[in-house]
């Protein structure tokens, strides 16, 4: 089985500020992995994911995360932040394997970004 | 892009009834849909998972006779929560994957919350 660590539960930062969102999988197969934003009142969009190729992947908002094989990491960077970016942010890993485990998201406990002025 | 509908967006119902979630791919075919409910300051949990015209697939702990998942068409699946209870209070959410194989990519409905009083 999967699991996902997002080790901060709330993180505050300043506006223009950078911020890290951490995230640590565990898991005996490899992995796909996510990242998901929520928005107040809003359902779950996807951010960034890693499938293969480059383990630096790129969101259009200036997320960026990186897949870290050996330390079984996929935390989320952004250089400088804004008020809109205040959500809630999920970590999420998808088994790489056929059958019923295809395509199951497994979700981390969710890190709420607040951004103040 | 993909979207996902849901409806209603919240219900209040009393004890003992039952009540009907719905969950539509507007604009592709969903060939596999999950759904999930999250509790409050928590992450998603995996409910069960619906591909097209066979039965849902309930994790482990989910009461299958309790929460009725039926994937008809490519473009709805319905979550009956039946002889509803105040502990089934709890914002469901729904999400929908195109194709069997390929992308992994899954598009969340907006949720549904339930209230039982």
């Known amino acids: 089985a999967q699991s996902v660590t997002q080790l901060d539960s709330q993180v505050p930062v300043f506006e223009e500020a950078p911020v890290e969102l951490r995230c640590n999988y565990s898991?005996?197969?490899?992995?796909?992995l996510f990242w998901y934003v929520q928005y107040p009142n809003q359902g779950l969009q996807l951010l960034l994911k890693y499938l293969s190729g480059s383990t630096l992947v790129e969101s259009i908002n200036g997320f960026e995360a990186e897949f870290n094989k050996s330390q079984t990491s996929f935390h989320l960077r952004k250089p400088s932040v804004h008020i809109s970016d205040t959500a809630e942010y999920f970590c999420?890993?998808?088994?790489?394997?056929?059958?019923?485990?295809?395509?199951?998201?497994?979700f981390g406990q969710g890190t709420i970004l607040t951004v103040h002025p | 892009g993909a979207v996902v509908s849901q409806h209603p967006s919240w219900v209040i119902c009393k004890s003992g009834t039952s009540v009907k979630i719905e969950c539509r791919s507007l604009d592709f075919q969903a060939t596999t849909m999950f759904w999930y409910r999250q509790f409050p300051k928590q992450s998603l949990m995996l409910m069960a998972t619906s591909n097209e015209g066979s039965k849902a697939t309930y994790e482990q702990g989910v009461e299958k006779d309790k929460f009725l998942i039926n994937h008809a068409s490519l473009t709805l699946s319905t979550l009956t929560v039946t002889s509803a209870h105040p502990e089934d209070s709890s914002f469901y959410i729904c999400?929908?994957?195109?194709?069997?194989?390929?992308?992994?990519?899954?598009?969340f409905g907006p949720g549904t919350r339930l209230t039982v009083t």
């Open positions: 898991s005996s197969v490899s992995v796909y």
């Open positions: 999400s929908a994957r195109e194709g069997l194989t390929g992308s992994y990519e899954q598009y």
């Open positions: 999420a890993v998808s088994v790489n394997a056929g059958g019923t485990s295809y395509g199951k998201l497994t």
